[in-house]
């Protein structure tokens, strides 16, 4: 049995859903079991603020890594420098018992002070392909926890510290898991997101699409969409010119819900997005983000589709055109979006949280006993 922490657990996360999304289900996770958490994060993170209270959120400097221009790279140094400064005194105050980082460049400081602070550390990373800032932290960590498996395939030393966990989903997540698919696909319920990064081509791609179908079909369509705020109204007005039921907006803090209310998801396949669609199961066409360098979101998508929850679809081909094809087809057969649906959901691991909190503990704890 595992000794009573007393100390706080520090976790890192870039200021991005992606990245905050996880670290907040494991906050929620170690809070049910008493133990504080607190959060290093950058600035971008107020965005999405709320889960952690605003005296635990602590922004560090950081910067990520671009080109290799040397007053970029010396500007870069500098700051992550002074992140890592940042991040020891922080460390050196709160006194916690792990640092758990979540990816992102704005994990390096907290989690190399850590490693120089003699405090056990981790890595989560949420990706069928490991990220480059935990690709540089892996080596120097005491555990790393995966989404996906074989990540370090030929590389046994990593290997050997890694953990299976799955990526943790939000409690709100969790709680639409339980919604059982909606068997009546009158009206067909699509979905429609796509991210910091990619709200622009769905805006661009689907209302033209939704065009293409026949009358009969457009009526039975209902339509939720993600826009950036400069194109809500021409989404909205390229619907209503269709006669097509469709609520736009720039964000939706329910996504969960209208998730698990769907037939189809159209998106792309950032981490939390796959672990969602799973966890809740529910079909997609995902459109991977074409430029990541490590082509993270490419081999999230293949996972899914692999698993046989879903389609993917490179940028280069998603067109009007063949996501009518798809769209339609769909609708034409309820009982394989139903057969996609079950698939996607066996993938999920609704208690990722759980399993991520009994790894960060036992690295906590393993070395208090020491």
Known sequence: MQAPLRAPILVAAGGTGGHLFPAEALAAALAQRGIPVHLATDRRAVRYGGAIAED??????????????????????????????????LIGRLKPA??????????????????????????????????????FLAPRV?????????????????AAKSTLTGNPVRPAVVAAAAIPFPVDSDPLRLLI???????????????STIGR????????????QQAREEDVARVRDAYAKLAVAAEVAPFF???????????????????????????????AILVPLP?????DQFANAGMLERAG????????????????DEIAAFAAAPARLAAMAAAARALGRLDAADRLADLVLQVATSSTNK
């Open 98 to 135: 792990a640092v758990i980082g979540f990816g992102g460049y704005p994990t390096i400081p907290p989690v190399l002070a850590a490693s120089w602070y003699g405090v056990p550390s981790l890595i989560h990373d949420a990706n069928a392909v490991i990220g480059r800032a935990n690709r």
């Open 253 to 283: 803090p329910d996504l969960p819900v209208r998730m698990a209310a769907s037939h189809l998801v159209v998106s792309r396949s950032g981490a939390s997005t796959v672990a969602e669609l799973a966890a809740i199961g529910r079909p």
């Open 56 to 89: 635990a959120v602590h922004v560090i400097t950081s910067a990520t890594l671009r080109g290799r221009n040397p007053i970029t790279l010396g500007r870069t140094a500098s700051l992550l420098g002074l992140g890592i400064a940042q991040a020891y005194m």
């Open 213 to 224: 179908l026949d009358a009969a079909l457009r009526a039975r369509l209902s339509i939720v």
């Open 291 to 295: 430029h990541a360098l490590d082509q």
């Open 142 to 158: 005491t555990a790393i926890a995966t989404t996906f498996p074989d990540l370090f395939g030929g590389e046994p030393a990593l």
């Open 193 to 207: 997101f796509g991210g910091s990064q990619g709200a622009r081509i769905m805006a661009e791609i689907v209302p």
């Open 309 to 324: 929850g879903a389609i993917r679809m490179v940028q280069e081909i998603f067109t009007p055109a063949r996501l009518a």
